[in-house]
């Protein structure tokens, strides 16, 4: 048995046995943190002041990738295509997951149809690319096939420069909306019942519920989902890689697709590098400024 102080508190020996196994634990984590995460974002850093390539060693070229990036017109260009498909993602994914997490809380116990929510994003995401794509085909896609078939015309969901990013953010809200459901559903479980009883007992209908309780009551919740989910649209890759390629033209030329581009097609990675540092300090001012305005780390419920 492990020895006690006077008071009930452990040893010394004991609270050092407890360190060493936690230690224990948490190295495995620590150290892949390390290797995959950690080091490569040191030695990212440093390229991103380098000119290199494959071929060569790095060359120290200080501020030269940052100030061509200030006059680089396909970076620009690729950051406003970025936000354009952060605002369709996030806008209409948070909107759709919040409206099934409230209907999966409200109307059903079903551990079934619960689940069943989720099984899109249990999908590879190239699996998932790849069912839209042929789906939405010009030629012999399903969705064009009923389109002619009430009369209208098809509709070049992958190959139209103004339908590029729009079907691309839909494809992408279809696979992940089930996941951001569940984790907003999470957060209507800490709601109390008793607050919905409460408001019941005051006449409050569902709408007025959910404006004046369920909405305010959840804002650390969506807060963090918001987080979660604008810094993953961000970093769109697979999804574009394997429709559009970034066409038509620049059309859905996102960020990720031009980093890897200049990395992998031009053997620039001192400049691939420089942008990579860019879009890290944008997603965490991003996560900053939301944080911080919505007022994440607040809860109505203490």
Same mark, same amino acid.
């Given at each position: 048995m492990r020895t006690l102080k006077k008071g009930g508190g452990k040893s010394t020996s004991a609270r050092r046995g407890d360190l060493r196994m936690a230690l224990f634990f948490i190295a495995p984590a620590a150290l892949g943190f390390l290797v995959f995460y950690a080091w490569p974002?040191?030695?990212?850093?440093?390229?991103?002041?380098?000119?290199?390539?494959?071929?060569?060693?790095p060359e120290f070229v200080g501020l030269d990738n940052y100030?061509?990036?200030?006059?680089?017109?396909?970076?620009?260009?690729?950051?406003?295509?970025?936000?354009?498909?952060?605002?369709?993602?996030?806008?209409?994914?948070?909107?759709?997951?919040?409206?099934?997490?409230?209907?999966?809380h409200r109307l059903t116990k079903s551990g079934i149809i619960r689940g069943s929510i989720? #099984? &899109?994003? @249990?999908?590879?995401?190239? +699996?998932?690319? $790849?069912?839209?794509?042929?789906?939405?085909? =010009?030629?012999?896609?399903?969705?064009?096939?009923?389109?002619?078939?009430?009369?209208?015309?098809?509709?070049?969901?992958?190959?139209?420069?103004?339908?590029?990013?729009?079907?691309?953010?839909?494809?992408?809200?279809w696979k992940h909306?089930?996941?951001?459901?569940?984790?907003?559903?999470?957060?209507?479980?800490?709601?109390?019942?008793?607050?919905?009883?409460?408001?019941?007992?005051?006449?409050?209908?569902?709408?007025?519920?959910?404006?004046?309780?369920? #909405? &305010?009551? @959840?804002?650390?919740?969506? +807060?963090?989902? $918001?987080?979660?989910?604008?810094?993953?649209? =961000?970093q769109v890759f697979d999804t574009v890689a394997i429709t559009t390629g970034g066409g038509p033209g620049n059309a859905s030329r996102v960020i990720q697709v031009y980093i890897v581009e200049r990395a992998f097609e031009r053997s620039d990675f001192g400049y691939a590098a420089a942008l990579s540092a860019i879009l890290f300090v944008i997603l965490r001012l991003v996560a900053y400024l939301q944080n911080k305005f919505l007022r994440g780390g607040e809860s109505d419920l203490a």
């Amino acid at each position: 048995m492990r020895t006690l102080k006077k008071g009930g508190g452990k040893s010394t020996s004991a609270r050092r046995g407890d360190l060493r196994m936690a230690l224990f634990f948490i190295a495995p984590a620590a150290l892949g943190f390390l290797v995959f995460y950690a080091w490569p974002t040191v030695r990212g850093i440093y390229l991103s002041f380098t000119e290199y390539s494959l071929f060569g060693s790095p060359e120290f070229v200080g501020l030269d990738n940052y100030t061509a990036i200030a006059s680089d017109a396909l970076f620009w260009n690729s950051m406003k295509v970025t936000l354009w498909y952060v605002v369709l993602n996030i806008g209409f994914q948070t909107l759709i997951a919040l409206g099934l997490a409230v209907l999966m809380h409200r109307l059903t116990k079903s551990g079934i149809i619960r689940g069943s929510i989720l #099984l &899109p994003f @249990l999908i590879a995401n190239v +699996v998932v690319a $790849l069912l839209w794509f042929w789906m939405l085909d =010009f030629q012999i896609g399903i969705v064009n096939t009923m389109i002619e078939s009430i009369g209208l015309d098809k509709i070049a969901f992958f190959g139209n420069e103004n339908w590029a990013i729009p079907t691309i953010a839909f494809v992408n809200v279809w696979k992940h909306m089930g996941y951001t459901a569940l984790l907003i559903f999470a957060g209507l479980q800490t709601i109390p019942t008793s607050v919905y009883e409460a408001a019941a007992v005051d006449g409050a209908n569902e709408w007025k519920t959910f404006w004046r309780i369920t #909405l &305010p009551l @959840l804002r650390p919740v969506l +807060v963090l989902v $918001l987080i979660i989910t604008v810094t993953g649209s =961000f970093q769109v890759f697979d999804t574009v890689a394997i429709t559009t390629g970034g066409g038509p033209g620049n059309a859905s030329r996102v960020i990720q697709v031009y980093i890897v581009e200049r990395a992998f097609e031009r053997s620039d990675f001192g400049y691939a590098a420089a942008l990579s540092a860019i879009l890290f300090v944008i997603l965490r001012l991003v996560a900053y400024l939301q944080n911080k305005f919505l007022r994440g780390g607040e809860s109505d419920l203490a």
